[in-house]
């Protein structure tokens, strides 16, 4: 079997993306032009809103999304304990307070249960975080969502092309915010989308991502004439991200497929691992995008991550963690908050115990079956 190394994540671009990039950088447009806009169409299309707004990170659109709904300070939002920070630092930028509930032990996703408990007269709105790609209890949370009063807006960071009873993550509520990082499902280098079926906040979030103009550059009577109406930041998606990011969505679907049939393979391999919980692609109406293999090792820290993940680098295997602690816990949060140990204890459970494993379209042929047999020694080892 040959040894070469497997990344976690790698972004697979070639010549399309190089001569694409190249064709822009040749022509006279490198911000807000036709390939920004034609980026932005596809995508609409592809998760099935009726809008889309490219932007410079996910961060920027879960910023904006809260933002533009008039989040600020005495409001609340709620945020799953398990997630990126990018999900909680957009409620701190509004001057927010961001009120952390626990995740589900089986799926990472935030609480049903926790979330109703959270619910005040100061909460404004519900951030959800499919978290590793498999979409949240969106009838319950919608259902809670109304009755409070609260808006909801959906980190699809890890999410692409995941599924809600046949409609798409991004689809569900007010926004959805996806990520386009280097090793997301697909990449622009840096770089986000906002989807929306609401035509007001695709408006407000395209005018406050280009420093609050009242009118686009197209849109100019007389050329370098404009007033501004809101304060605005820079958050532009240039033309350069746009034209790799099309070429990149021409490749998505093989791209998932390979995702989905990585994950069925290394899935199966692990079964026989009972002490390990595996996390399901499946749950009710929820179908996964396949992020990555989520094992959590045992509560009880009888298998010591740090030893697996060492194990698994020898082996040539790359691992991610998702993520490292609970954000209440880090140390902003922490400080500004006074939260403490044993607040969050399935969300500190997953922090300290879960390993991501790869399964991406970069692996090749034999990839996925190497990774299970490494992760099955690696696993024995850390046990004795
Ligand atoms: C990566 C990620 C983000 C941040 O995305 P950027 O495009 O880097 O801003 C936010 N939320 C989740 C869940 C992520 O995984």
Redesign the pocket.
């Known amino acids: 079997m040959s040894n070469h190394p497997i990344p976690f994540g790698r972004p697979l671009l070639d010549a399309e993306e190089i001569e694409a990039v190249t064709r822009v950088l040749s022509g006279p447009t490198l911000v807000h032009g036709p390939v920004s806009h034609a980026f932005e169409q596809r995508f609409a299309e592809r998760i099935g809103t009726r809008h889309a707004v490219a932007l ?7 910023h904006l999304s809260l933002l533009v709904n008039d989040v600020g300070p005495g409001d609340a939002v709620a945020v799953p304990a398990m ?5 909680a630092h957009a409620v701190e930028f509004c001057g927010a307070r961001p009120r952390f509930v626990d995740v589900e032990a089986d799926s990472g996703n935030i609480d049903p249960e926790d979330l109703a408990a959270a619910v005040t007269p100061e909460l404004k709105a519900i951030m959800v ?3 590793l790609g498999l979409p949240c209890d969106m009838d319950r949370i919608l259902a809670l969502a109304e009755k409070a009063g609260a808006f909801v807006v959906e ?5 692409v092309d995941a599924t809600y009873g046949g409609a798409k993550a991004g689809t569900l509520g007010l926004t959805g ?5 280097p090793i ?1 499902h697909m990449t622009t280098v ?3 989308m906002v989807t929306t079926d609401d035509e007001d906040v695709a408006t407000a979030i395209a005018q406050r991502k280009a420093f609050g103009y009242d009118r686009a550059l197209g849109q100019r009577a007389k050329p370098g004439i404009y007033d501004v109406t809101a304060l605005g930041y820079n958050y532009r998606m240039s033309e350069v991200q746009a034209a790799v990011g099309l070429a990149q969505l021409g490749k998505l679907d093989a791209f998932q497929r390979a995702r989905a049939e990585n994950h069925r393979i290394l899935k199966s391999a692990l079964a026989e691992l009972d002490e390990i919980t595996v996390f399901e692609p499946l749950k009710g109406k929820a179908v996964s995008s396949h ?1 990555c293999l989520n094992a959590v090792l045992p509560r009880d820290r009888s298998v010591a991550r740090d030893r697996v993940v060492a194990s698994l680098k020898e082996a040539g295997v790359g691992t991610s963690v ?2 490292p602690r609970a954000v209440p816990l880090m140390t902003y949060y922490r400080d500004k908050y006074g939260y403490r140990e044993g607040q969050f204890p399935v969300a500190e459970w997953l922090a300290e115990q879960t390993i991501s494993l790869p399964v991406g379209p970069h692996l090749k042929e034999g990839d996925a079956l190497r990774i299970a047999e490494a992760f099955k020694e690696a696993v024995r080892r850390a046990r004795a």
């Open positions: 410079s990170s996910c961060t920027a659109g879960l997630t990126h920070v990018a999900t975080v499919h978290y980190d699809c960071a890890l999410a915010c996806f990520s386009f990082y997301k840096e770089g986000g992020y998702h993520y």
